[in-house]
């Protein structure tokens, strides 16, 4: 997004394969949130799109799910284990609708995911382990799960409904929610 401010990032070597790839990134993007008609927000938290995927080679989000069940076995680039965390502060007083229920799927394709509001913030944790470069037919029922699952957590938006003006804790209406 233009808009983002970064704040602070720090990565581990992408060439050093004794250790996993991490990225961290604290930032705040003004006017993320979409106001609505009443005040409310509409937010699509950034790291369910999985922003660092888009620019590589990603299977989680480009490989074809059809068809149902297969025939011959699929084969992707590399095994993987995606993590994505993000801890979005909200306005003050702000409740969260509209959050998609823990996943919990398991087998070669495994998705783990949950979104919830703890105090003042909006958390998600999810992570997608493709453990194989080479899916059988008899595994394409979970692989195919894991990333259907996983790509509709991305698409989720989550109403952020602010409390009525004058009430204790309430946002001023000029104020606007950072995803961060």
Known sequence: DPRAIVRVTSRTDPDDLRVPFALEAEFTIPGYARLLDGGALLVVPLSARHPIGAAARA??????????????????????????????????????????????LSGP??????????????????????DRRIFSPDDWPSLRAALEAFRKLAETQVLVKLPAAGAKGAAKPAQKAEAG
């Open 109 to 130: 394709g495994a998705l783990q995911a949950t979104w919830k509001q703890v105090g003042g913030d909006l958390v998600l944790s999810e992570t997608l382990a493709l």
């Open 59 to 104: 299977e989680e989000l480009n490989l074809a799910l059809k068809p149902k069940e297969r025939k011959y076995p699929v084969r992707i680039g590399c095994s993987k284990l995606v993590k994505l965390e993000e801890r979005m502060t909200l306005p003050a007083g702000a409740k969260v609708e509209g959050l998609p229920a823990d996943a919990k």
